[in-house]
């Protein structure tokens, strides 16, 4: 049910006394999520959410049963960003909610808009064996709980847990007492106040000061080599729009942080900056005397620890007030949501009359910017197992238009930001907020499940990553996801590998024999299949397209291929903010 779809509430919560008397928290509790748009909810069933899973299935909920409490977070986590929309997850208590951490503090890094129903030990039970201060745990890895310790107060508590996360603020955590989820109530105990039986929506963005405004059109209106930097916040079409209007007006060139790649359509468009980014990107990044950044995080790898917009004036646009000046010093801060600012600064720029003395502009810039984008496409296979470039070219070139790209965390994925091209931000999810390797497999699952049939969702993990996730494929079996598993498997893992070479230091602990992932999948009912030519890539690329259901390809790929990213590098040097 999408929010504000509206239902006969004589129905869903029983008003008859005779019938009232026998209602659980846990009823309410099912027609409160039900309320707040919920027809979706990743679970790990246990003794603690049994009969809640019950109700809300009865009622036409789908329930997807992972296999795991931090998969089901991963798969909500995947729902979120694919719909924009709140993903729910109902985990139990104790261990069931410290399995969650990693998940959880990568949806919060992300801000993924997350509503966790937890279950409880009664404070009472001091000697339960799932006793664990969950509320604290809660705080430190989501960064909210609201713990409940009122029945009757379930359907505010509820509305509160949802509007915050659609506020843009990540996840919240409903905290509920096994023994107050089992307790009696009577309807007319419940605060049913029309306020919070509605879908709770985040507020209204702030609207910039316009004195900000002022000062970023005259810092663009008089530069000489600006440059706009989007982020994951301003990754859809409307702010492209905006910036490119901006751009072609003060003659910026155009750059992204890795969540927004591929947003510009234009020969200006210098691609990923930072330490991700190539040999013009880096110039243009040493020499702009002005940056407008939309919705990026301007951290250390953006910035290449302070080597780059060293000398620019730098204005952020951000919703959020803390964002500014976080890592990096900024000139003039605008806080609202993208569109909103991009829009006021355009206009003030108009009336100012802007445009035309840019050095960044002209035949020469588009020249080697090509050039840069061009020497990616030029090089040499190497011998033996298959080069990890000429896989993930391949693989572009044969996936679907309609397509989510999801990708893990590790040395192969920065083959995948040169390699695998989308049409826009939108169509990848990058999982590696937390720097954590085996999350992107169940958050495929969610973007997956979420997105349907007809968009193909394909995952690219390593094989380290992957040997952390298997389980999570008995749950892609049982509920028919139709996601295609792209495991590229250098039996090892390939980070620390390089980390530990380029310190001249042994790697053989980072290395490993991997087993037969494809056998493995079969084992759990996936379609699998090994490949190690590129007559097999050929072969199993077509069922990319055409599988229905779970499909793993397991590439044996040449472990002697170093990114370019990990030459002389001996710890991490970038980031997807």
Known sequence: MAPGTSFDRREAIPIHKEVAGKMKVYHVLAEALLEQGA?????????????????????????????????????????????????????????????????????????????????????????????????????????????????????????????????????????????????????????????YMTPAVAVAPPEPAAAAVDAAAHILSTARRPIILAGRAAAGAECRDLMMKIGDLVGALYGSSLQGQYLFDSPYDV????????????????????????????????????????????????????????????DVAICSDAATGLNRILAALQDLGAGGRSEFRGDDMVKAIAEDFAQLRHYQPASGALDPRLVLDTVNRCLPRRRRIVVDAGHFAFFVVDHVRSGSPSERVWTGDFASIGLAVPVGLGVATAAGAETRTVVFVGDGGFAMSLVELDTAVRHRIPVAIVVIDDDAYGAEVRYLENRGESAHLARFDSPDFAAIARGYGCEARTVRTLEDLTSACDRIRDASGPLVIDVKVNPDVVNRQFRGRTASAASIE
């Open 39 to 195: 027809t979706t909810v990743y679970a790990l069933m246990t003794s603690d959410n049994m009969s809640l899973l019950g109700v809300l299935e009865s009622k036409g909920v789908t329930i997807v049963r992972a296999r795991s409490e931090y998969g089901a977070v991963c798969m909500a986590d995947g729902h979120a960003r694919q719909t924009g929309d709140v993903g729910v997850v109902a985990i139990g208590a104790g261990p069931s909610a410290a399995m969650t951490g990693t998940a959880l503090v990568t949806a919060a890094r992300r801000r993924s808009p997350l509503v966790v129903i937890a279950g409880d030990v009664a404070p009472t039970e001091r000697d339960h064996l799932k006793r664990f201060p969950q509320h604290d745990f809660f705080e430190l890895m989501a960064g909210h709980c609201l713990s409940q310790v009122s029945p009757g107060s379930v359907v505010r508590d509820t509305f509160e847990v949802f509007r915050r996360a659609r506020s843009g603020a990540g996840p919240s955590v409903l905290n509920i007492p096994v023994n107050l989820l089992e307790a009696p109530i009577d309807f007319r105990d419940v605060e049913r106040d029309s306020r």
């Open 271 to 330: 691609g990923v900056v930072g330490t991700l980014g190539h040999a013009t990107a880096s110039r243009a990044m040493t020499e702009a005397d002005c940056a407008l950044v939309v919705g990026a995080s301007l951290n250390s790898y953006t910035v290449a620890h302070g080597q780059f917009l060293a000398s620019a004036k730098i204005i952020q646009v951000d919703i959020r007030p803390g964002a500014f000046g976080d890592t990096t010093p900024v």
